[in-house]
Each structure stands twice: as C-alpha cells, then as structure tokens.
C-alpha cells in the first residue's frame, strides 16, 4: 500500500514481481503525490497513469523496451468488456460493484485510457502532454478533464468525445474490414463499424509487389488529425469518417486484384474488442 511518504510491499515474490511492484509505487510519487488528483472521484489518473508508466519502465528494465507491455492489459479489458461486468471509469471508488470492475476501471481502462490515447493523437502529442500536464498540475488537484484540454491543445483536435466515451461510458470498439472488390479498376473496401465508440482508424494495406501503404482515416468529430507517425511507410490521408456512419468504403488507386492483405490498426493501440475481422487477406478471401 502507498502512503505519500512511505510505501508497504509484500515479500515472498520473485525479480520481477518484486521490481515491478517497487517501480508502481515509486511511479505514485507523481501520480497522485505531486499530481494531486482525488483517489476518490478519479482513481484512475492515479492508477492507471502509474501503471502505464510502470509498465513501460519494467519493461525496459527486463526486456531492453522490446514488445508492447500493454499488451496484457488489452487483452484483461476485453476478457472483462465482454463479461458484461464493467462499469463506467468514473464512479466514485466506493460505490463499484464488484472489485474486478473497480480493478479494471482504474489500473487497467486508465492505463489503455494513455495508450490508446496515443493511437489517437500520436506518441509524440501524448508524451509532451504528459510533461505538460505534470507541469501545470502538481500540487493543484487536477480532473480528467483537466488532463484532455492539454492533450487537445497539444494534438491541435478535439478530444472530448474520446473522454466521454471510454471514461463514463463502457461503450466498446469494434472495427472490421467488410469487403475488398474491384469497382471499373480501382480497389473499393468498405470497412465496417460494429461497436458503438467511434475511432480514428490506421489501415495498412500490403500489394502483391511487396509494397506496403497506410490510409489514415481521422474521425470528423476530431478537427484535425495525427501527424504520421511511421516516416518510414508512405501515408494518404483519407476523408474523415462521420462518427454516426456504420459504414466507410475506402477507393485506392490501384485494383483489387494488386491487394494481398488489409490490416485496421496494425500497431494494435486501439482496444478492439474483436480483432480476429481487422483483417482481410487474399488468401483467406478469394
């Protein structure tokens, strides 16, 4: 248990449990120590900013910052999205039902809350408005609200949508590539909505000459977009997608036939409740 001045850990583990557990409780010096949020009505800035930062401090301490450390706690939110047991993120701490909906409304929803965040907006934007966020907010008692207008000011886009959708709502993701045909030579793919959050969408499409290129596809609600975060891979910013339409079909400039695989969200930051329709292959199609 952390205190602001002194921290209780239980013995008997290994390493790496050890070392993970010391790190969260070192992490709570910022968050709630000098970012005093209140436990009560937004545990998870205090819980799951800690554990988003943990996650990636351990991991590169033991697997020299290789993988996604994230990646665990996807998979536990849709285990427990899917449940039927979750409960929106910002009920007061005493009032959840169940401990498991408390657990994964503060550690875990608020550490994907970051790392999703960064889907949206770009890693970049989210790490200056982490710093600006610490430096704006120690010792001022902050809300999450307090935490979105920096990252809008930040990203340059609106972002309120984003906050009342995975916060107070739980609401979930669920994006599928619904078909990929020829329409007079050029690639027509209609991508589908199924859940009901709305989202940005990264689309990675692979041509049989080896060539890879991704569509960025910006939500209207936003008023902006992401700057591109993979310099390497060659980028077409696509029309935005109105929030409310359960359907987007994507025209690429070349035909379907060139088409090998379609892939939504390829870097897997978006917490998509069913991943196994986020790709499409000609393989497995045709």
Do not use: C
Not at 41 to 57: C, K, L, M, P, V
Not at 115 to 139: C, M, P, T
Not at 184 to 207: C, H, Q, R, S
């Amino acid at each position: 248990m952390e205190y602001t001045m002194g921290t209780l850990i239980t013995g008997n583990r290994n390493l790496r449990s050890l070392v993970g557990v010391t790190v969260h409780e070192f992490v709570h010096a910022w968050y709630e120590g000098a970012v005093a949020n209140n436990e009560t009505r937004d545990q998870w800035i205090d819980e799951g900013f800690t554990s988003y930062a943990s996650a990636f401090i351990t991991n590169h301490l033991f697997n020299n910052g290789e993988g996604d450390p994230m990646l665990s706690r996807y998979n536990g939110y849709v285990r427990m999205a899917q449940s039927g047991m979750e409960e929106p993120m910002h009920i007061h701490a005493d009032h959840y039902v169940t401990n498991s909906a408390y657990g994964l409304a503060s550690y875990t929803k608020g550490a994907i809350f970051l790392h999703q965040l960064g889907y949206v907006i770009g890693d970049d934007a989210l790490k200056r408005s982490l710093n600006r966020f610490y430096e704006e907010w120690k010792f001022k008692h902050p809300t999450g609200y307090d935490f979105i207008r920096i990252a809008e000011r930040e990203s340059d886009m609106v972002l309120d949508w984003y906050y009342e959708y995975w916060v107070e709502t739980t609401h979930t993701i669920d994006y599928s590539v619904k078909s990929v045909a020829d329409k007079n030579g050029t690639a027509n793919i209609t991508l589908a909505k199924n859940g009901v959050m709305p989202m940005p969408l990264d689309v990675e499409i692979e041509f049989t000459d080896g060539s890879i290129k991704h569509y960025y596809i910006p939500l209207r609600i936003m008023w902006g977009q992401k700057e591109n975060e993979f310099q390497e891979v060659e980028r077409v910013v696509a029309e935005d997608w109105p929030w409310v339409f359960p359907e987007y079909e994507l025209s690429i400039d070349r035909s379907a036939d060139e088409i090998t695989k379609v892939e939504i969200d390829p870097s897997g930051r978006m917490a998509d409740v069913d991943r196994t329709n986020n790709v499409w292959e000609m393989s497995s199609n045709n």
